[in-house]
């Protein structure tokens, strides 16, 4: 049966988890060709890129809409 995997893609919760993780990604990338960052700068995004990675880790382990 193929009704139940295709509705459990659809995860709008999972969207935007994914959403904003490119959106960190993308701002960090665009500061960083902009001019250097300072290590402090470089950090926070960084820190912010893995709390959005594992925000969608914990729901993936929570959730399991990708398995
Ligand atoms: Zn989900």
Do not use: H
């Given at each position: 049966m193929h009704g139940f995997s295709s509705s459990v893609l659809s995860c709008r919760e999972r969207e935007r988890l994914e959403e904003e993780l490119s959106e960190v990604r993308t701002r960090s990338r665009n500061l960083s060709r902009?001019?250097?960052?300072?290590?402090?700068?470089?950090?926070?995004?960084?820190?912010?890129?893995?709390?959005?990675q594992a925000r969608l880790r914990d729901h993936d382990a929570e959730h399991g809409c990708q398995r």
């Open positions: 902009l001019r250097q960052l300072t290590q402090r700068e470089r950090m926070a995004l960084d820190e912010r890129e893995q709390t959005a």
